[in-house]
């Protein structure tokens, strides 16, 4: 897990969060075996709280042509002479292509010089530019000492593993081959890709290499297990997935290739390049993520063709990635019954090849027919499930009400003063981060220690202070989480926080931006006319964020001051009705009893764009785990519905659809009794 750090402006500072507080158990960020992955870095790193201006792609051109260098466009990346290679070097270098190895990414100005593998940020670069003549005076070029750790375990295991056809027992081989599904993939498809079997493991193992094919970096081990009659992946990465950044297929990519599939698995690469001969790479995190660090390996690209899956949540992740790609260069392979992943297809005997040829510009006009869109209405129409969004694990009833948690929305959330809305808020945003979902928190009020150590709680379901010698392992779990925090404490200007929502989301392919609480870009006006417009205009730039940047934002608004004995209501989040009118769903945590039940919280939800259902559900709060999720199993849940107006009791209903718990491991005594009351849906 990762920090972005402030510094007054936004961040392209990031620090692990262990730094901060997690403490001992050192695993490595980055490994590297084979030849180490230099990363350039000045002198004295800069103070963390002097300001570290943004950078825009104007300004970057604007610095490199005022010092005279030479650059060339691309993609996501500008491309210039590498400082970093030495002069004797680049005179031996003639074409473009070779000399040209420095790409600097246009969003962030992060850097990579191909040729050394030297690394870093705009202001590193600057200062290696300005420090010339000899531009590695003025910085060090750091070679990041291989943890020696892991770069032992890369290589013992890929010592003991072997290729699939050398097994000895056939039978063994076959098993093996039908647990991955590799039946139709040739052993001359697993040489060229170098994949190794684990056998005490029973793993398949993929290699990390250097470019260049000078070492071995990483591993990534892929297990099968068959679960309900199919077979479930289980992945392991050395180094952890934060730091494993292998382009699966890239030692076989030739400098004169100009067009490559993507895919979101190793085994559909094979399939890929074995029944089409295109140049195909697999992404390290699949459809989690794509860090820039990536890009400069993709710009040769002219076409790039993504297939990442068959399911609405690759779709959504070939769309965010067509994004950062550049959308002008990208297709997409649209998944559906007769375009499934490609390992599926090579099995199914389907054509690849044609299929590729389905694939979708990503470039959209600014006006479309319906004929453009009827394809994507099918696609949602035809996998209701998945277009509900992601379904919480702790919370079945904000399934029931919500459907799901959907990109590109904005939640408001609203309760009392110290009713509890960033305990729940956290575990809210945590089950759908254990789900894959990559999550941004900006916690205004209370310090990043304070809340990581609240999620902590939940994620561990119990107090960790009785129990510290658990710690390390919950923290490492906790720590492979999606989850990064801003740190900005205090009043923050709006501008600022949208513009580090909008590079978390390009570096870290952020789906959910959790805000606690808007109160704190208000700035200090004091009349309340100044303060209601201040705040419209925020809620208005929030909204933007989530449409444009397709991420979910979550945005904690403080109530209006109000009798004591009256429930909240939608009219009662501060400000105008802007709030209430912008958000896809508002949700409100009541802390007055239920009329008829012994809960002292409970949930409503009183604005749901997505399907209208609105309702509430109680809340038990459990103080040793700082969880709302776990009701005690005998307390009768009573009923309600909600109105804006106030609570009208209402008579339980059964059978209602999407009345089903999701049940996860950690909350399994939640399942509904079928003898309790249910919780309603409302009225509209
Ligand atoms: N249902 C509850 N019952 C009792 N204590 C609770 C409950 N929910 C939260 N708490 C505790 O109350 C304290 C305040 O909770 P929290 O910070 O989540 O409230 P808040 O509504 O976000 O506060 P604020 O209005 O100041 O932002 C915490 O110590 C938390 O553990």
């Not at 030297?118 to 000899?134: I, L, P, R």
Request: a positive charge; glycine letters at 8%; charged letters at 25%.
């Amino acid at each position: 897990m990762w920090v972005l750090l402030r510094s007054g402006y936004p961040l392209r500072i990031l620090l692990p969060l262990r730094g901060a507080w997690m403490g001992r158990r050192g695993l490595p960020r980055s490994l590297t075996p084979g030849p180490p992955r230099r990363r350039y870095r000045k002198e004295a790193l800069p103070a963390l709280e002097a300001p570290v201006l943004p950078v825009t792609t104007t300004e970057i051109r604007q610095y490199l042509r005022a010092r005279g260098i030479p650059f060339q466009d691309g993609h996501s990346c500008l491309r210039a002479p590498s400082p970093f290679v030495g002069a004797s070097k680049l005179k031996d270098q003639t074409g473009a292509a070779t000399s040209f190895s420095l790409f600097i990414d246009k969003t962030t100005g992060r850097f990579l010089c191909m040729t050394t593998l030297a690394e870093g940020s705009w202001e590193d670069f600057q200062a290696s530019v300005e420090g010339q003549g000899d531009g590695a005076k003025e910085g060090v070029l750091l070679s990041e000492a291989p943890e020696a750790e892991d770069s032992e375990e890369v290589r013992r295991i890929w010592d003991r593993a072997i290729p699939l056809w050398e097994l000895p027992e056939p039978e063994e081989a076959q098993l093996a081959r039908m647990m991955f599904g590799l039946t139709k993939v040739t052993d001359d498809t697993l040489k060229r890709f170098s994949v190794r079997y684990l056998r005490p493991a029973r793993r398949l193992v993929f290699p990390w290499f250097s470019p260049g094919g000078l070492g071995l970096r990483g591993l990534k081990l892929l297990g099968a297990e068959t679960q309900g009659g199919g077979v479930q992946y289980v992945e392991t990465t050395i180094p952890r997935p934060g730091a494993y950044h292998n382009l699966f297929g890239l030692p076989l990519i030739s400098r004169r290739d100009v067009e490559v599939v993507l895919t979101s698995r190793e085994l559909d690469s094979l399939a890929l390049s074995q029944s089409t001969g295109l140049p195909t790479l697999a992404l390290p995190r699949g459809t989690a993520c794509l860090p820039p660090a990536l890009l400069p390996y993709l710009e040769q690209f002219r076409r790039v063709v993504l297939w990442l899956g068959n399911d609405l949540r690759s779709w959504e992740a070939a769309k965010l990635f067509a994004r950062k790609l550049n959308p002008k260069r990208c297709s997409l392979v649209r998944p559906g019954d007769q375009q499934p992943s490609p390992l599926e297809a090579l099995n199914q005997g389907l054509n690849l090849s044609r299929i590729l040829r389905t694939a979708l510009p990503a470039w959209h006009k600014s006006i479309v027919s319906f004929r453009q869109l009827r394809e994507e209405v099918l696609g949602e129409l035809s996998n209701v499930e998945q277009a509900a969004g992601v379904r919480w694990s702790r919370f079945p009833d904000l399934n029931r009400l919500l459907k799901g948690h959907r990109k590109g929305e904005l939640t408001v959330f609203t309760g009392p003063t110290g009713s509890g809305k960033t305990t729940f808020i956290s575990e809210y945003a945590l089950d759908l981060c254990t789900q894959g979902v990559n999550t941004l928190w900006g916690s205004f009020e209370i310090s990043n220690v304070r809340l990581a150590r609240v999620m902590l709680t939940q994620f561990a379901v119990g107090r960790l202070e009785e129990q510290l010698d658990k710690y390390d392992e919950w923290a490492d779990r906790f720590e492979d989480l999606p989850l990064y925090f801003m740190t900005f404490h205090g009043q923050q200007s709006i501008r600022t926080v949208i513009d580090t929502m909008q590079h978390a989301v390009y570096v870290y392919d952020i789906c959910h931006v959790v805000i606690d609480n808007l109160q704190f870009m208000m700035g200090h006006e004091q009349l309340s006319t100044d303060r209601i417009a201040a705040q419209d205009y925020i809620v208005g730039a929030f909204r933007k964020f989530a449409t444009d940047s397709s991420c979910h934002v979550t945005l904690v608004i403080h109530p209006r001051k109000e009798d004591d004995d009256k429930e909240l209501q939608t009219a009662s989040i501060f400000g105008s009705a802007k709030a209430s009118q912008e958000a896809d769903n508002v949700l409100i945590l009541q802390d007055r009893k239920l009329v008829t039940g012994p809960g002292k919280r409970y949930l409503q939800v009183s604005k749901n764009r997505f399907d209208g259902d609105v309702g509430v559900f109680p809340l038990e709060f459990n103080k040793s785990s700082l969880t709302f999720s776990i009701p005690p199993k005998s307390k009768a849940r009573l009923k309600k519905i909600k109105d804006d107006n106030g609570l009208v009791a209402k008579k339980p209903s059964s059978g209602k659809k999407g009345a089903m718990p999701q049940i996860s491991d950690t909350c399994s005594n939640q399942a509904r009794n079928p003898n309790q009351p249910d919780f309603s849906k409302p009225s509209r």
